[in-house]
């Protein structure tokens, strides 16, 4: 880990590294935090009658902090598990609405989904376990024990909270591992898994609106509450679902209707005649030795052609790399999987034995998933 403290244009502040994943701060972070100290101090007089008004409001922000902290391991759970399958994890988000490890591929297995899931709640239930061993040998007074016990119940209110069976919760995600498993399909078990998010969030407002019916002393704050979480809930569910159909390969579609023809030509071709003979086909460069300069780009190609048009060809090739290689023979799902993850604008597509078949640029794909969905 490292300590070094900067920001992130769109993820927050950089509090550390884990394992080479940034952790960041978001800015509602310190939003849902404020709303924290000024909903919990009035409520420490509770457990500390002789609590002053300063002693209730360090309490309350040492709540805040230890709801952040439980937060922080829960993701640190799901962070390890994901590096030790091999799956890479972009970086890990604490925001107003709790966090968020930002997984880069899709888990190819469901017990992988599964085992990703379950580790988050996993680590808040021992913590929680871990702090109520604690109480067991401390009178129940003073700061020191109350403390422990907000940690106990940050751990608990986090396990349980994401436990709820619906997507975007770790409850959906672990949902949609089981039916998966059992009818080997992602997209049923996301499916299922939707269904469970808005159920949650429709359940989450029938309980505020109960407060509100039965005249609940916290009537007010629970309206708040659920609603905001029912709508992370409800729109994190459909923004999983969209996902889940911009990843799927309709049925009937074939990847050969997609690819561009492939054309191969010289490196040291004149850029203009490589722009002319390549007629929406795609291009790829090769060298005297008989090694893959890369694709021809047929935008830098353009560029380079309005300068110099007898330039070789090769100063227009975009790089050949093994994660913008397809086999022809990839299931569907994978090859849209891999597109997304690639920061690549065409694919060279090969056959069984390394010889290029095609050429598939990401707006052909786009358009044929939209075309058959």
Do not use: K
Request: proline share 6%.
């Amino acid at each position: 880990m490292s300590t070094t403290w900067t920001s992130d244009r769109d993820g927050g502040l950089l509090l550390f590294r884990f394992r080479g994943v940034p952790v960041l701060l978001s800015p509602s972070w310190w939003i849902g935090s404020v709303a924290v100290i000024v909903l919990y101090a009035p409520l420490v007089n509770r457990f500390l009658p002789e609590a002053t008004a300063v002693v209730s409001i360090l309490l309350a922000a040492a709540f805040a902090i230890l709801l952040g902290a439980s937060v922080l391991a829960h993701e640190l759970g799901h962070c390890v598990v994901a590096l030790r399958l091999g799956i890479p994890v972009r970086r890990l988000r604490l925001f107003l609405l709790g966090g968020l490890a930002e997984i880069t591929r899709t888990p190819r297995r469901p017990a992988h989904e599964g085992v990703i899931a379950a580790a988050g709640p996993a680590v808040s239930a021992v913590l929680a376990g871990l702090c109520g061993f604690v109480l067991v040998f401390m009178p129940a007074e003073g700061p020191v024990w109350l403390l422990v016990l907000e940690c106990a119940v940050a751990n608990v209110a986090v396990a349980v909270f994401n436990l709820l069976p619906g997507l975007p919760l770790d409850g959906g995600r672990m949902l949609r591992a089981g039916v998966w498993a059992v009818f080997g399909e992602r997209g049923t078990g996301t499916r299922a898994a939707v269904v469970g998010g808005w159920l949650v969030a429709g359940l989450l407002m029938l309980w505020a609106l109960w407060g509100l019916a039965t005249d609940s002393p916290d009537r007010w704050l629970r309206l708040g509450v659920c609603a905001l979480t029912a709508w992370f809930v409800a729109s994190g569910a459909r923004g999983e679902l969209a996902a889940d159909q911009r990843r799927s390969w309709p049925e009937g579609l074939v990847l050969a209707d997609l690819t561009r023809p492939i054309l191969q030509l010289p490196a040291e071709s004149p850029v203009a005649d490589a722009l002319a003979a390549a007629a929406g086909r795609g291009v790829v460069l090769v060298r005297a030795d008989g090694v893959a300069a890369g694709l021809l780009d047929p935008y830098a190609a353009e560029r380079l052609a309005e300068r110099n048009p007898m330039a070789p060809a090769e100063q227009a090739a975009e790089p050949i790399r093994p994660e913008s290689v397809l086999l022809d023979s990839e299931p569907g799902e994978d090859i849209v999987e891999r597109v997304q993850e690639t920061a690549a604008w065409q694919f060279l597509v090969v056959d069984h034995d390394g010889r290029p078949a095609g050429v598939l640029r990401r707006e052909d794909l786009r358009a044929g998933l939209t075309g058959h969905h």
